[in-house]
């Protein structure tokens, strides 16, 4: 069971749930790095795909095949009886960005999760955070074999918000992702506090 | 494209299989009137008098997993779209139904637009540290 069983008759703790996102390109690490922290599994949920749901794709020749699945990833972290934190793979492919909506809308922060020999694959993750001011942290994945590159390379080729912290990860251990997500919060308080003080003056 | 109709090159993904039979679950309702759509990490809950859900000839067998599965540990909806392996859309129209019922409520996480409390995000720190 998941949060913990409760003795009969004694009413379950009802949780505080938060989410971060973990975006990239296709096979950068999304899953590998959810793997690496959460304390299940990481499960699969799919959602359906109807006409109304994709706009953009082009169906002609497969009149017949109306709907399809997307599948997102995700992982859960008990941090406290009454805290969880569940992180979310978002879909790799461009064509699901409306199901990116709703997987950020209440989200606390993002990862984008970078490999330096492909970082164009982030871009489109990069500036749709960007756009929906949600705030995220840029996780370079330190492939084996792949040619490290400073952080401030990585921060200048992607154009990047000197605020937008960008730190060397490896998404296969434990600690450095926890490192990851401990700056996302940091981030996303920074960021808050930010607003705030442009909101009050 | 080839006029078989089988060897199609597809733009969906093999894996998509048929999908629309798991809306027969939920008769054919793709949304719950009276529900906004639940948040992925919305947590839902077993009303404590929710005694014997099978009782119920109006749930199907998935509406009482849900209560069931809900009682001793409150369950995110994605988890319960993982754990019945259905999709998302199915479970919130199933998890509808159950708050309409009151067999079951949600928790909604924090409201779109908002940041939660500075002290719950200080605490996520310091148990992420811990872990």
Redesign the interface.
């Known amino acids: 069971m998941i949060f913990g069983r409760t003795e009969r008759g004694k009413a379950p703790v009802e949780p505080v749930t938060l989410k971060i996102l973990v975006a990239g390109g296709f096979g950068v690490g999304k899953t590998t790095l959810v793997g690496a922290v959460s304390e299940i599994k990481p499960l699969r949920t799919e959602e359906l795909l109807t006409e109304a749901g994709r706009p953009v794709d082009d169906t002609s020749g497969v009149e017949g095949k109306h709907t399809t699945t997307v599948a997102m990833d995700f992982g859960r972290i008990t941090l406290r009886e009454d805290l969880v934190l569940y992180l979310f793979g978002t879909p790799g492919q461009d064509r699901f960005w409306f199901l990116w909506d709703e997987l950020a809308t209440g989200a606390l922060g993002a990862v984008v999760l970078a490999d330096t020999r492909r970082l164009e694959d982030c871009f489109a993750a990069v500036d749709y955070f960007e756009r929906r001011s949600i705030p995220f942290v840029v996780g370079v994945n330190c492939f084996e074999g792949a040619s490290r590159y400073p952080a401030e390379d990585v921060r200048q080729a992607l154009d990047l918000d000197s605020a937008v912290p960008v730190v060397l990860c490896d998404a296969r251990g434990r600690e450095s992702v926890k490192e990851v997500l401990i700056e996302v919060v940091q981030h996303a308080m920074a960021y808050a506090a930010e607003r705030r003080h442009t909101v009050t003056g | 494209?080839s006029g078989d109709?089988q060897e199609?090159s597809?733009?969906?993904?093999d894996?998509?299989?048929p999908?629309?039979r798991?809306?027969a679950m939920t008769r054919g309702r793709?949304t719950s009137p009276n529900q906004h759509?639940l948040?992925?990490?919305?947590?839902v809950?077993t009303e404590?008098y929710a005694s014997d859900p099978e009782a119920d000839n109006s749930l199907s067998p998935e509406h009482v997993d849900i209560v069931e599965l809900c009682?001793?540990?409150?369950?995110?909806v994605?988890?319960l779209?993982?754990?019945l392996d259905l999709?998302?859309?199915?479970v919130r129209v199933l998890i509808g139904d159950l708050v309409e019922d009151e067999l079951v409520h949600v928790?909604r996480?924090?409201?779109?637009a908002e940041?939660?409390d500075?002290s719950?995000?200080?605490?996520?720190?310091s148990?992420?540290?811990a872990?």
Do not use: C, N
């Open positions: 494209m109709g199609l597809h733009w969906f993904d894996e998509a299989g999908v629309v798991p809306y793709t759509r948040d992925l990490i919305a947590v809950v404590e009682r001793d540990a409150p369950q995110s994605a988890e779209a993982a754990e999709p998302i859309g199915v928790t996480p924090v409201p779109p940041l939660p500075e719950i995000l200080r605490d996520v720190i148990g992420l540290r872990l």
